[in-house]
């Protein structure tokens, strides 16, 4: 297993850097104090590929219950967009059709005729579920 530093690994991890402490306190990432070049310093083990904290596990999950088509504006009108992308720190939805949000509003009830064409194109072509 490889160990890199808290900084090396909030970068590898795409986390905070207290992000990865909070993992370690909690048991989900193993640390251990390590000789370095200006005296002790804390070392981290990398986990295995397709490792994701406690918290963005939880966000999957609720996502997993949630129509990924959400409305780009709050007006709710125009088309629906199927997010690819949230963003870490805010939320900045990404669309599969590469238009960029600033929030997102959820579009249950909408219907086929609703959706953006390239976002349904480009779902269709990696093979994302269309519920």
Not at 46 to 53: A, S
Not at 98 to 127: I, M, S
Request: hydrophobic content about 35%.
């Amino acid at each position: 297993m490889e160990k890199v530093t808290i900084q090396e690994a909030s970068h590898r991890l795409n986390l905070s850097q207290a992000d990865i402490r909070e993992c370690i306190r909690n048991g989900e990432l193993k640390s251990s104090r390590e000789p370095g070049p200006r005296g002790q310093r804390w070392m981290v083990e990398l986990p295995e590929e397709g490792w994701v904290d406690g918290f963005r596990a939880s966000l999957h999950e609720l996502a997993q219950q949630m129509t990924p088509w959400w409305w780009p504006t709050e007006r709710m009108a125009g088309f629906v967009h199927y997010v690819q992308d949230l963003g870490i720190e805010e939320i900045e939805p990404l669309y599969l059709c590469g238009l960029k949000g600033n929030n997102v509003w959820d579009a249950k009830g909408h219907t086929e005729e609703d959706r953006c064409p390239e976002c349904v194109e480009v779902a269709k072509e990696q093979g994302l579920p269309l519920w």
